[in-house]
């Protein structure tokens, strides 16, 4: 960890470091690509396959990484679905404009015609929150939030905690994957997924599971032909979208596996990024924002080279 | 005014009222749909044809209101722009996800090919933010923001405030419009535009002028297919979309107008419309966030009735 790496982190965080200084003491101005530039092996990190999903479109493949720290039975019942290969054949059935875009059986609610499930679940508890379990990592962000007491990321996730509930939870920022429900809290399981397309909506905070995010391919689902009717379903059936397969990277051989690696949000790497786009010092900026939301955090992700493949 | 909608803003914005309640007590639980149905003719207006931009593409058109009030030299320029028609024939050339829409002229830094402007004019000093004049309508979000002193609407538009230091500017929700620049802040002035298709890029606040909110047509916007050059650049010209006309709404004939009205923001219907946003009382919602970020805040918009029209 470099001398400025620690720097910044004493800045933001109020972590005490007081080393003599071998460089001034004003405030560093790293850009983004500064902070990438001199990123090390170490800040980055593999993506886990038993934790990976790719959703499968005519126009590409969608990296979707899990969360099971967050959602260990939706995750679970996802990976199960996908064994047995229940998504394959359903498709995009709605694009809500600034909202979310949605897969799921398009005919779910005709039982004669609706995909059969043979050993996952339909539906399962919410794992709307969790219990805050202070090992988890979370690396947290001082700018406050408007919705919760505490927010931050956590093995790249953007989070919430509040230490009054004694909860914590993934929170609604752009690309969150989540399983849709019904009215009744516990009709959701993951047989139905959506993912977020527009100004983060926290208001579903909480009030349905998040299992993941989109880390590639976010641009298939963002940029679909938003559906016309009622909640931006598509009206007709031709104007969905077939799922030609979802599938556990680790199902697929390894040739065949999207090559990425994410930075990790807990080091001191990150939390010059963080600053990089709190602050932002590119030529362009004529006042730095001095803050950053949750959902404005970066998400680095880039592909793994050659040799470590 | 009800009396429902009185006690609702005492609630919410701690305004006095102490008449003898005909009604119990307890908070109300008016969702969306509720306030929208209980609201009158006056809470609502229609555009103003004369700062109203129509972007006419193959695929519809794009309605834009403008906000004189924030970038009044240029939202002059714009129109100014539209008469002399520099707009029509150029293309939309850029589709970032997660990030912006904009539109401009392909050979702008060929001198020998730019489009010429006759009248308005390429470049105008910035108008980032202006002075903070409390006769301006503002709604003041009482939930607080990440980025600015003070958030709210004026006139229907996203607003922040700074009493410090006594300005007042619009801020990036989604579907906001500005002036793209170059790295010299006046290098802006309204021949090339963008528009929000993602996450608030809130660290655009005061960095580059704003003039205007898309009304309708939004999704021809967001869902274009995403630009694969740097920064979201349409790498070839068959992928850039053409743009047929930008007009002023005054200066297309009456039936050919757009009948929109949107809801006024300075009314009681619109704080409840707010707190309806910010407690979700819809059956489907477990956990009302108690919270709303002014860039989820609600902006209703509906056809005149024929009426009015």
């Known amino acids: 960890m470099s001398t400025r790496t620690l720097l910044i982190s004493a800045l ?34 593999p993506l886990d396959p038993e934790n990976t999903l ?26 199960a679905l996908a064994r047995e290969r229940y998504y394959d054949g359903l498709a995009i059935v709605r694009a809500q404009d600034n909202y979310v875009v ?27 929150e969790r219990s805050l379990d202070r090992t988890v990592p979370f690396t947290r962000l001082p700018d406050g939030d408007v919705y919760a007491r505490e927010v931050g990321f956590s093995d790249g996730f953007p989070v919430a905690r509040d230490p009054r509930t004694g909860k914590m939870w993934l929170v609604h920022c752009y690309g969150m994957v989540g399983a849709g429900r019904d ?30 995010r989109v880390i590639a391919g976010m641009e298939l689902l963002s940029a679909l032909p938003r559906g016309t009717g009622a909640m931006g379903f598509y009206e007709k059936a031709n104007q969905r979208v ?3 397969a979802v599938r556990v990277a680790a199902d697929v051989p390894a040739s065949e596996r999207s090559a990425l690696e994410v930075m990790r949000t807990e080091t001191a790497a990150f ?23 949750v959902c404005n955090g970066p998400f680095p992700v880039r592909l793994m080279s050659p040799g470590a493949r």
């Open 183 to 212: 009215t009744a809290a516990d009709s959701g399981g993951g047989t139905e997924l959506y993912a977020v397309i527009g100004q983060a909506p926290r208001q579903l905070d909480r009030n349905v599971t998040l299992l993941g």
């Open 271 to 293: 939390q010059d990024l963080i600053e990089s786009r709190r602050n932002r010092r590119e030529a362009w900026f004529q006042t730095p924002a001095g803050h950053i939301e």
């Open 242 to 244: 077939p799922i030609k």
């Open 54 to 79: 790719y959703l499968e479109l005519a126009s590409g493949r969608v990296v979707i990484e899990l969360a099971p720290a967050f959602a260990p039975r939706h995750v679970a019942n996802v990976k």
């Open 12 to 45: 933001l965080f109020g972590v005490g470091w007081s080393a003599p200084a071998p460089e001034p003491p004003q405030r560093k101005t790293l850009t983004m690509a500064d902070v990438l530039a001199a990123s090390t092996a170490s800040d980055w990190r």
């Open 102 to 128: 949605q897969w799921a059986d398009p005919d779910a609610e005709k039982p004669d015609r609706a995909r059969k499930i043979r050993n996952a679940r339909r539906t399962l508890p919410p794992e709307f």
